[in-house]
């Protein structure tokens, strides 16, 4: 499936949602992908793209960018915090930020080199152990935290459990996110961007619909 095929059905979905297609941004998953697919993808011109870590993200965009105009990078991996600065230099958009401690690296950053990419609270909505993120009972306070540090909050991203249904946790992060008053919402991946659209989402994040299955590094 390329990308003429996803297009056409975050198209369909929107339509069927009542909403426009333009408001749903698809954000091409690149990480662990060969360069080759990823700029097959950047000539049929996408430029939205995802990337896990900053250190892959490092060693493959720099290159792109130079030859390839307008890309907008969007963190969609966990973050260290020592790892902060140079997300900050990389990446237009984060939907990682998880805890308080990277909170304030964030603010502390932000003040230094007078910029800040645009953000999203990961929320932990099927509160898994193993998993990143805030809980829902604790996203109120967090986003207030957030927000007190002039962090530029734009909304709430989730990864439902692989078992559970996962338009139960779409219905949940769009609550929490209209309650505080916050319009983006960064759900829905390859098998249930469809669903995510009909419950919202303003950014789906599809990779091995797009790319193929990942191609597992070396050694």
Known sequence: MGLTDITARIAKAAQEAGRDPVDVALIAVSKVQPNDRVEAVLKEG???FGENRVQEAAGKWPDFCNRYDGVNLHLIGPLQSNKARQAFEMFDVIHTLDRSKL???FAR??????QCPSLFIQVNTGEEPQKAGITPAETDAFVQECRALDLPVQGLMCIPPVDETPSLHFALLRKLAERNGLTGLSMGMSDDFDQAIAFGATHIRVGSALFGARVPAEG
């Open 103 to 105: 909170a304030h690296t």
């Open 109 to 114: 950053i932000a003040q230094d080199m007078g």
């Open 46 to 48: 996408h430029r939205v």
